[in-house]
């Protein structure tokens, strides 16, 4: 319903622009992976379903090809969700080998049993722990938990159709619905199910104050969403580790609930701030403004950190490229430069570098 | 076998006599026209040995046509379950080249070298005398030398690097088929053979040729050298039958180490054709990797393994030649590609960015082409083998998927250049990768057959190395001079249990 929502919509909102019909190619490759996703019996099917939404989310992403920022937003969404996916491959390999081999009726139970389904094998606690923290870095990956959530606002960067079902809808809970799908995994370990938890409202404040400081509504509104996931991560967890199934319930509720209201507001977003503009214009002033609650209870001081930490979104990416990619780069840079210099001594070129060799110095924003 | 008819030996030898008559044509156009006909013709007979394979698989045995098996006691040339996927896709892969050729590059390309190409790399691929198959890989090496030297190109690195594999495996295979197989000169055999076979397959520190020769040589002769991967079937026909597990095993931990490395080499490259290279070191490590898996005491992992890479095997041909041949057609209109900037050449070619798309995503085992089914169970098997292997090829994987997309963005995002007129692809050149696309989806969607036959020829192998049915090569070497194989009676098998 909401795929078709979206496409609707558009079918007038992306009117004449270049690329109308490859949005509908990426849109129908997105319903394709999330009706594998969401109907599949193994964690295999599961999986493919995964990618189909990872592929067509990045394509999107970069939707606006000839400008220079989504097409490298793009590609960092693209990073992620595949460094996530090696994590969930890994995961599915793994529950390939053990008993049931990654049939979800054979691990977990008939899916009519759920939310009562339980673990239909022997597993050892530590078997259960590790796939359980594989599963869950992918989970984080696709639902942009923390530490993953720099990927979220880049997306943003796609138009807004894609946007809202994407980051407001379905994609951005495709990490709560595989989390709901094994859960009778959490309901085996608790340790599981309180990182669940801890992760969960982690990102769901995190979100919450960072939302409160972004100047453009769809940065403002895809931090909401991940509150509601956070929170929703972190029901799930709850209603694992206290045994209580009903909550299960709660959470896939809130899914569905959520994934409603956030598509409706980012739609609407656009049109929201032309509403704005007229009436701001109309009464010749800004709209007026309350003061925050945290301008009235927290110190000075505390405020300007906060607000520090939420404008650089947490310093995650930063943390990502300066202490993980800019040296990982950098070591193959290095190597590729004596590889250069070693055939150039052979083949006497002088020069250090190939003959083809392009003379334009590289560019840093590669991964 | 070839069902009592030489559909092989034709096969090899049409694409030679043709190489014969081509050279006689002084019009590069006739010459490109009279190459593809050939080159059908020869994928043709390769699909006949295969067809009369799967119909009666131990006919054709004694057939008259094999003129060598009253000299070598074997049929020169022969299909078994093993080759038998290879040999078509091989002459494919030669069909679609010449297919995608663009007319006005005939002058610059030699369809005489290619049709000598596909006549060695043919018969070198239905070929299991010992012998013969050295002598066919070092001469599969001379074509490409010719080719960068008739570009007027510097030859040093590939030759210093072929040298070297040219010596290791003579060497190598002289040891193991002359020395008794418990003597520490068969071992040092052994060794040889491993490293001839890691230089061929370009491992890590030895791979330098290979970008060499992509940078030096045309990319389609490139393509057309190391895109059949010589080197893995030397592996499976020449070492996994007689190799100790210490070999396998360093084969597999310096594939791994390849496949890791090459996966961040592509990304830091700032030349497409460089960035191919690494790309298809990265993916083809993962063959060797398979194969290395025959040294697991398991019989299970090693059978998967050894699937996985049979599959990834066929996948990794298709798709990145297809891949190269995409990169060619953008390449032969607008000269070197820089990875450095965007050039936004989607408007110009956009069922090329697709295919590049779809080719790419193919190569790093994306769910429904033809390379997801290989690559999850080569990580299946890898982990059987140990944890380390599994997690190293997700990555490694994962590292190549980041490459793909990012050189995908690099070529064809961007502002468009006003500046460029039209340029689209020929039919013919579109048509050529679009056969390759759906070979790719096809694989992809309906894999079954091909996995089958893949795990049918894994269990051959395994059952050979572990069964004691191995063949140990000095008895090869006994029809020629029977006095040192009769020194020692222990088995190749016995030494490898």
Known sequence: VLVGTIGAFAARYLHRESGYNRFFLLNAIFLLGMIAATTSESIETLFIGWELVGLSSALLVAYFQERTAPVLNGQRVWSMYRFADAAFLIAAVALHRLPGHGQFNLLTGKPGDWPFGTLQQDFTPTQVLAVGLLLLVAVAGKSALIPFSGWLPRAMEGPTPSSAIFYGALSVHLGAFLLLRISPLLDASFTLSIIVIVLGLATALFAALTSRVQSDVKTALAYASLTQVGIIVAEIGAGCASGLYWVKYVALIHIIGHACLRTLQLVRAPNLLHDYHTLENAIGAHLPGQPG???????????????????????????????????????????????????SSITRNGNGKSENQPGVTPAEEQV | ??????????????????????????????????????????????????????????????????????????PAFAIDVVNMPLLPLTALLYVLTALSSLHTRGKRFSYTRMLVSEAIVLALLSCEHHWMLVGLLVAQTIVPWIDIYAAKRPTGVYVLHMSLFVVCLVAGQALVSYQPVDSPMFSGGIVLLTAAIMIRCGVAPLHCWLTDLVEHASLRGSLLFVAPMAGAYAALRLLLPIAPPWALQAMMI??????????????????????????????????????????????????????????????????????????????????????????????????????????????????????????????????????????????????????????????????????????????????????FVVLIIGGGIYPQIGVLSRY??????????????????????????????????????????
Not at chain 1, 294 to 305: D, F, M, S, V
Not at chain 2, 377 to 382: F, I, K, S
Not at chain 2, 400 to 412: I, P, Q
């Open chain 1, 293 to 343: 609650w945290a301008a009235t209870y927290l110190p000075q001081r505390l405020r300007t950190g906060l607000y520090r930490l939420c404008i650089e979104r947490g310093y995650f990416d930063s943390f990502i490229d300066e202490y993980l990619v800019r040296p990982f780069l950098a070591i193959f840079r290095w190597c590729d430069s004596m590889e250069r210099a070693w055939t």
């Open chain 2, 1 to 74: 076998m070839e069902f009592g008819f030489p559909w092989i030996a034709l096969a090899v030898l049409v694409p030679l006599c043709g190489a014969i008559w081509v050279r006689t044509l002084d019009d590069p156009y006739v010459a490109r026209r009279h190459a593809l006909v050939i080159c059908i013709l020869a994928l043709l007979f390769t699909l006949g040995g295969a067809i009369a394979f799967v119909v009666h698989p131990s006919a054709g045995a004694d057939a008259p046509w094999n003129v060598f098996q009253r000299s070598l006691g074997k």
């Open chain 2, 254 to 435: 310096l594939s791994t180490l390849t496949m890791f490395y090459a996966g961040g080499m592509s990304l830091v490259q700032r030349d497409a054709r460089r960035f191919f290279c690494y790309i298809f070191l990265s993916n083809s490590s993962l063959v060797l990797i398979g194969l290395g898996a025959a040294a697991a005491a398991e019989h299970a992992a090693a059978s998967l393994a050894i699937t996985g890479a049979l599959c990834v095997w066929i996948s990794v041909g298709l798709s990145l030649t297809g891949f190269g041949l995409t990169l060619r057609v953008v390449e032969a209109r607008m000269g070197k590609l820089s990875l450095t900037e965007f050039s936004g050449l989607c408007e110009q070619f956009p069922n090329m960015a697709a295919l590049f798309l779809v080719t790419g995503l193919a190569s790093i085992g994306f769910p429904g082409t033809v390379g997801f089914v290989g690559v999850e169970l080569l990580v299946d098997g890898a982990i059987r083998v140990h944890p380390f292997f599994g997690a190293a090829i997700v990555i490694g994987t994962a590292l190549n998927s980041l490459a793909m997309l990012h050189a995908y963005f690099r070529v064809f995002t961007g502002k468009r250049r006003t500046t460029i007129p039209e340029l689209g692809a020929k039919t013919y050149e579109q048509l050529a990768v679009m056969l």
């Open chain 2, 456 to 497: 049918e020829a894994a269990n051959q192998i395994v059952e050979q190395r572990h069964g004691g049915k191995a063949e140990h090569p000095a008895e090869h070497a006994q029809l020629v001079s029977p006095a040192p194989v009769s020194q020692s009676s222990t088995s190749a098998a016995d030494a490898v249990d």
